[in-house]
């Protein structure tokens, strides 16, 4: 089977430069890459240049967007029987796609995602930040983890599905949290969906808390979104966020007015939450910075989810959400 990797860029061009050479150091080689420029101001096009003698690489610049039409950009001329979507801020380790055809070989499926995970050489904040979106106590374990509180779903840092797919579902929609839309469509259409676990790849992600912190916002606000979409779509694990956020401003008012044991219980997740970054991490450092992460996660998230529920749902500003999407291009 050949694969087409497509990875839509805005302004990264150092992230390019590495991803591109995990993909030079591939063991399988059955893949093209198709980067698409999504109207850059810092174009990487000549560093896509230095690889075309190590790599079967496409370069293509077009107009500002949006990441899902940049994407659909890039399936319209890819070659591959799988379309492979990763984010520019992936490294890919050496064996993926060996991994991933061995993998499908042995279990078809229409549409597929790994989980992410942190390189031995990123920064402790990057360490600290990926154990808080990937750990049974901030997330559920919805992102890949070994423990999950809902149906996987894959993610567009580490997804792929097939031609087929795409000819009978269409390509992604300009929205945030797209690729949680495209799986729901994909799965509403009877297609199989998995999670191949040992095809992970390393996620840079955001590298400063404020970035982060807008990042876990916007996911937030997003899942509102999707609830409108596919009311069905809405599971216990979303709406823990927003617990969070009401639950820590509870336990503060009563410590404050009440008694200080108040805050016992938000005293004891913080514990739990350090053991569990210092087993997963097996750094002090890193496990104390996975505590402010973790807030910085759930606050964000849980207070976007708070806005928009209000906003979209409450006040009624949600109901011609298709509409919305629609007028975006990426229907």
């Not at 993610?155 to 269409?170: A, I």
């Not at 938000?266 to 997963?280: E, K, P, R, T």
Request: glycine content about 8%.
């Amino acid at each position: 089977m050949f694969f087409s990797v497509i990875v839509p860029v805005y302004n990264r061009i150092d992230e390019v430069r590495d991803l591109l050479e995990s993909l030079a150091a591939q063991t399988c080689r059955d893949f093209e890459v198709i980067i698409v420029e999504d109207g850059s101001t810092q174009p990487c096009g000549e560093v896509v240049e230095t690889f075309k003698n190590r790599l079967d690489v496409q370069y293509h610049f077009k107009d500002n967007e949006g990441r899902s039409i940049a994407r659909n950009h890039g399936i319209e001329r890819a070659r591959g029987d799988y379309f492979i979507f990763f984010d520019s801020d992936c490294v890919i380790p050496p064996q993926y796609f060996a991994t991933l055809s061995a993998a499908l070989e042995a279990n078809p499926l229409d549409c597929f995602g790994g989980p992410d995970a942190a390189s031995d050489d990123f920064t402790d904040v990057q360490k600290a930040i990926n154990f808080s979106m990937t750990a049974f106590l901030t997330t559920g374990g919805i992102r890949g983890g070994k423990v999950q509180l809902e149906k996987f779903v894959p993610r567009s840092f580490n997804m792929g599905y097939s031609r087929k797919v795409w000819e009978t579902v269409g390509g992604f929609r300009e929205m945030f949290s797209e690729d949680i839309d495209m799986s729901t469509r994909i799965r509403k259409a009877g297609f199989s969906i998995g999670l191949i676990r040992e095809a992970f790849v390393y996620h840079k992600r955001r590298v400063d808390l404020k970035k982060f912190a807008r990042q876990t916002y916007v996911f937030g606000m997003s899942r509102i979104t999707l609830k409108l979409l596919y009311p069905d779509s809405m599971k216990l694990v979303h709406c823990l966020p927003a617990v969070f956020v009401l639950g820590c401003l509870t336990l503060i008012v009563l410590s404050l007015v009440w008694h200080w044991w108040a805050i016992l219980p938000l005293a004891l997740y913080v514990i739990l939450l350090w053991v569990s970054a210092l087993a997963s991490t097996r750094s002090l450092k890193i496990s104390l910075m996975a505590i402010v992460t973790s807030f910085v996660q759930l606050g964000s998230y849980g207070t976007g989810f708070i806005k928009a529920y209000v906003w979209k749902i409450l006040l009624g500003h949600g109901r011609n959400i298709n509409e919305e999407i629609a007028m975006r291009k990426g229907k």
